[in-house]
Structures are given as structure tokens and as C-alpha cells.
């Protein structure tokens, strides 16, 4: 049976963490997935603003608390997962720069942050994922560092097919690791 998880779909939004954030405390349920089709204030590590037009896939992930409480070490599991999943999906070969990129052909490719919500003690833990799949043209200063699917592979991705393969396999590899 294939893992379960709840979809929220935002058109645009400031940013798929701050609103799972939100949701968190507002008591939804762990595996409940932001996505938007544009973010305004999407970020990255130290609040590093992340280019999120239309066409890139940026979700946020509500992790059910588990027994690996290092924020690090989830990332990287990500990273990992996602690496896998767009080297299987698209026969490429992405790598990963450590702790929370994703790269291919030397220019990054997606960004992960995962962030603990905590009240009394830790509640979640929010994963954004960043990826950039259908941007054609990025401004002038990111150019030379990152690139897209569609750019590399020269066809449109169906974002919402890849959403549910890297969320179902971040399920599988989750449930895995926590037993």
C-alpha cells in the first residue's frame, strides 16, 4: 500500500514553511504537505532569500516527531532522498553538497531546510524543499549557479507527479530509519 500524506495547495504564498509552521500549531496532522505554485519569501539556511517563481516545486513537509531529533542529519536524509529519486525519475546524476543542496552539472538544483516546530518540547519538524523544475531563465546574479530540470533536460516536468514520488519515498526511507 502506498504511504498516505494530506495535500495543502497554495496558488502563491509567502512561504510553504511559514504556513506549515502555522498549520502545525493549529494541530494538522504529520505527512500534511504545503505546496505552492510561487512563493514570495521562500528562504533557505540562515534566512537566505530562495528564488521561487512559477514552475519550480516548493513544498513543505510536517515530519512526525521521530527518534532522530538532529536537524542535520534529516536534511541530509532529504537530500539524499531527493538526489536518489530525480536520478531514477530522470536517468541524471545530481550530487549533494553538504548539508542541504542538491546539485547537478555544478549548479544547485534544490535547497532543503528542515526546522523543528517546538511549543513545550519539540511538536514537528518542518522540512521545505526547494527544487527547481520548469524555470526557463533565472535573474542574472543566480545564473551561473543554479539551474533546473527543464533547462537541463529540456522538457517539462510534471511537478505534481514528482511531488508524490519524493514525498512517498521520504515516507518509506522515514518509517525505515525510525522503525
Known sequence: MSPHFFLQSFDVIDSTSMKARELVMGGVAPWTVVVASEQNQGYGRKGNFWYSPIGGLYFSIILPRGDINDLQALTIFAATTVSETLKEQFRIKPSIKLPNDVYLNDKKICGIL????????????????????????FPHEL?????????????????????????TRLQDDFRTMNG
Request: hydrophobic letters at 40%.
Open 114 to 137: 528542515t526546522e523543528n516546530v517546538v511549543g513545550e518540547r519539540v511538536l514537528f519538524s518542518v522540512m521545505g524543499i526547494g527544487l527547481n523544475t520548469n524555470i526557463e531563465q
Open 143 to 167: 545564473e551561473n549557479g543554479v539551474t533546473s530540470l527543464k533547462i537541463e533536460l529540456g522538457r517539462t516536468i510534471d511537478n505534481e507527479a514528482l511531488l508524490e514520488h519524493i514525498v
